[in-house]
């Protein structure tokens, strides 16, 4: 009986097989011949557990080959987001204005004046390139930004309330995802959570009743990503800001998702307003960057200066600071939002959010059209249902047209692994048989691209 250890391939026979000729030109002799090695490992170790590996060597050169190529690739790659979901937190939310874009590639490819003041050579303040235009936006006193809207919630809580009680009603303390919790935060903070009302009704004199010498602030928290329908009651703004004016304790909003336009008029309704907060007196008011905002991830603290002040004098400021590509990004962001009309226009995320049904549609029916020319392929338009995602809005159904594709031969799972995995990557839903493509998150531009991705499906295994 022969030993299949034995007639495992020698390193240098894989190496010199044809089959990875084309490899060897592309990758150096190091990493070709570590992927040889790994390769011979792995079936070394199958193997060993019992399992009889086909021993082709032409087969194990392939695998070798396909081994550089995968690893050759970048970790993070281009996706084409044809789920429909705008804001998806797995495929990096928000994507951004060429403006944007080009902002931070300039900020990152060289030197800028980040803490320089150029006209008089002085030290300055790096939150100097976002402060003007986030007031500008939302009509606060003074403004600073940190790298996410969780770390803005810790070192507001930190700087203006460590040691003592923050009121919150029970109906808000939220978890948003990636086990982010109120409790955890307040605890971390170092302030000491006071819980008011009940999880559907909170009121006014909750508030009122457990306000004491050691309250720091009252709290209200958007709960963005779930709703509470039925009996419940919740205490509007206003008259939280009336009652801490009453007795001298500062107000926080966390405004979450970060609406900056009223959407309402697109049949988006439901999330605040950052500027009506501080409209309404909050004394701070916190956002995110990279949800409706549709700039980079980002922490948006705006509201009164002695409390900018004091945050932006807290140690933790120097950890949780943007960086000088996101700060460029976030400026570009900013002023796309000095012209209104230009806005909605040309900020991705919005304009993908406001784009109407109909116009949807017939892009779906001239790309569907695109893809029944290909051979084995099927496509048809149907009405669908997408939504915002990123914690966003979450009981809005967006109406959507989407393109049914299914293939000769391939299941709908396999057809959605081969997009996934292909160049560029498509994420589309799987759905009653088909793959649906919903091209409200695609841009026109790579629509030709999504065409050539769904044809390659047909001729090949998934890309590793």
Do not use: W
């Not at 695998?63 to 804001?87: C, K, M």
């Not at 932006?312 to 012209?339: G, I, Q, S, V, W």
Request: charged content about 20%; glycine content about 8%.
């Amino acid at each position: 009986m022969s030993n299949p250890f034995r007639d495992l391939p020698s390193i240098a026979r894989l190496l010199d097989h044809p089959a990875l000729a084309a490899a060897r030109a592309r990758h150096s002799q190091d990493a070709t011949t570590a992927a040889a090695r790994a390769e011979v490992d792995a079936l070394r170790a199958a193997i060993a557990a019992g399992d009889a590996p086909a021993l082709d060597v032409g087969e194990i050169a392939g695998r070798v080959a396909s081994r550089l190529d995968s690893e050759a690739r970048p970790a993070l790659r281009t996706v084409i987001n044809a789920t429909g979901i705008v804001l998806h937190t797995n495929l990096g939310r928000s994507p951004l204005h060429e403006d944007a874009a080009r902002a931070a590639y300039e900020a990152g490819r060289g030197y800028l004046n980040l803490e320089l003041d150029l006209a008089t050579g002085t030290r300055s303040s790096r939150q100097d390139a976002v402060r003007a235009n986030i007031c500008a936006l939302t009509g606060a006193e003074a403004a600073t930004a940190v790298n996410n809207c969780a770390a803005a919630t810790v070192i507001v809580l930190r700087a203006l309330a460590a040691g003592r009680e923050v009121i919150v009603s029970r109906g808000q303390l939220i978890e948003i995802g990636g086990s982010f919790r109120i409790p955890d935060i307040m605890a971390v903070s170092g302030a000491t959570l006071r819980e008011v009302g009940t999880t559907n009704i909170t009121r006014v004199a909750d508030y009122e009743a457990a306000i004491g010498p050691n309250t720091a602030a009252i709290m209200r928290v958007h709960t963005s990503n779930y709703r509470v329908r039925g009996f419940t009651s919740a205490v509007e703004l206003a008259a939280l800001v009336a009652l801490g004016k009453k007795h001298n304790v500062p107000v926080i909003d966390d405004a979450g998702s970060g609406q900056a336009v009223d959407l309402a008029p697109f049949g988006l309704p439901g999330e605040p307003l950052v500027s009506a907060g501080i409209a309404v007196g909050a004394d701070l008011v916190l956002f995110s960057g990279d949800k409706l905002l549709g700039g980079p991830q980002a922490g948006i603290i705006a509201g009164k200066a002695a409390h900018i002040q004091k945050i932006e004098r807290d140690p933790l400021m120097r950890a949780f600071r943007l960086d000088k590509m996101t700060l460029a990004a976030l400026e570009a962001t900013l002023r796309l939002y000095r012209e209104p009309a230009r806005t909605l226009r040309e900020v991705p995320t919005l304009r993908m959010l406001t784009t109407p049904l109909a116009e949807l549609r017939r892009r779906c029916e001239a790309l569907a059209e695109r893809l029944r020319t290909l051979p084995g392929v099927t496509a048809a338009v149907r009405d669908d249902v997408a939504y915002v995602g990123g914690g966003s809005l979450p009981d809005v159904a967006v109406p959507t047209a989407v393109i049914a594709v299914a293939a000769d031969g391939v299941s709908e799972s396999e057809l959605a692994a081969r997009l996934r995995t292909g160049t560029p990557a498509v994420v589309g839903r799987v759905q009653a048989g088909a793959v649906l493509l919903d091209l409200r998150a695609v841009f026109e531009h790579q629509e030709d691209e999504l065409v050539a991705a769904v044809g390659r499906t047909r001729f090949g295994e998934r890309e590793t």
